[in-house]
């Protein structure tokens, strides 16, 4: 059940971002950054949290939302799993 809510979130942010990239004006260079922010701030954020004893996975779907969300996402998912731990 947890994984709805996560899409749900994510899917809510992709089309506040998609609204954001809309009012642009140069909309591939700010496609392109966030893709490859996003995706750069993972691998040092799944490191340090796993260092912490958190697991924050780098798979297909943490991949697309970094790459789609850029490091806000990043930051959303290390939110997400920092929470889910507690339960």
Do not use: D, R
Not at 28 to 54: E, K, M, R, W
């Amino acid at each position: 059940m947890t994984e709805w809510y996560i899409a749900a979130i994510i899917i809510f942010l992709f089309l506040i971002e998609i609204i954001i990239w809309h009012k642009k004006k140069k909309k591939l260079v700010g496609i392109c950054f966030n893709v490859c922010t996003g995706l750069l701030a993972l691998f040092p954020v799944s490191y340090l949290l796993s260092q912490a004893g958190i697991s924050l996975p780098v798979n297909l779907m943490t991949g697309t939302a970094s790459a789609v969300l850029g490091p806000p996402g990043v930051a959303l998912l290390s939110g997400v799993v920092f929470v889910a731990s507690w339960f």
